[in-house]
């Protein structure tokens, strides 16, 4: 006999295939719903990703312009210390310019008789002086002459050479002398 099954209950089928298709519809609900979800994410993920990009550029504007003010700043602080320098400068030969003149009217104050200078020099503080002396005595007074001046430190005879061509007890002599500023009350 073949075996024939028959449902007697039809209600039972159509039950189960109705819970297939509200399974069905759930399954695609959640789907959907949570496409939605990542959909969602996504774009407000990517929003904020877009948000932070323009600030960064933005930011990076802002970093181009203060770097180009600080190079401005450091050029004029440069300017600013080669004028400070320059200042220096000219307020040192104007504060030395009277000291030079004082130098040298200290020196024909305290030349001895029939002494001449033919070179000076004034490297730094020393002072070098060549010249030609009537004798050695008067090269031993224009020594203490410059010993007694205030302007003068040091002085120190370095060569003395006979030279007949001016006389007959002439010589050619060098000295040095240090430069001494005196006290401001001494320049009056």
Do not use: H
Not at 21 to 37: S, T, Y
Request: aromatic content about 6%; proline content about 4%.
């Amino acid at each position: 006999m073949a075996d024939i099954k028959i449902n007697l209950l039809p209600w039972r089928e159509e039950r189960r295939e109705q819970k297939k298709k509200e399974f069905l519809n759930v399954i695609v609900g959640v789907l959907l719903i949570a496409g939605l979800i990542v959909g969602g994410f996504d774009r407000f993920y990517n929003s904020a990703i877009d948000t932070q990009t323009a600030r960064n550029s933005f930011l990076n504007g802002e970093i181009k312009i203060l770097e180009g003010r600080i190079a401005e700043i450091q050029q004029l602080q440069q300017k600013k210390n080669e004028l400070l320098s320059r200042m220096k400068v000219i307020q040192n030969l104007q504060g030395n310019r009277p000291i030079i003149v004082r130098l040298f009217d200290e020196l024909a104050r305290r030349l001895a008789p029939r002494v001449f200078f033919t070179d000076l020099r004034l490297v730094g503080k020393k002072l070098s002086i060549q010249g030609i002396a009537e004798s050695n005595n008067r090269i031993s007074s224009q020594l203490r002459n410059l010993a007694e001046s205030e302007w003068f430190d040091l002085p120190n005879v370095t060569a003395i050479n006979a030279d007949p061509a001016y006389g007959p007890q002439a010589s050619k002599f060098s000295l040095s002398v240090q430069q001494s500023t005196p006290k401001k009350e001494e320049l009056d």
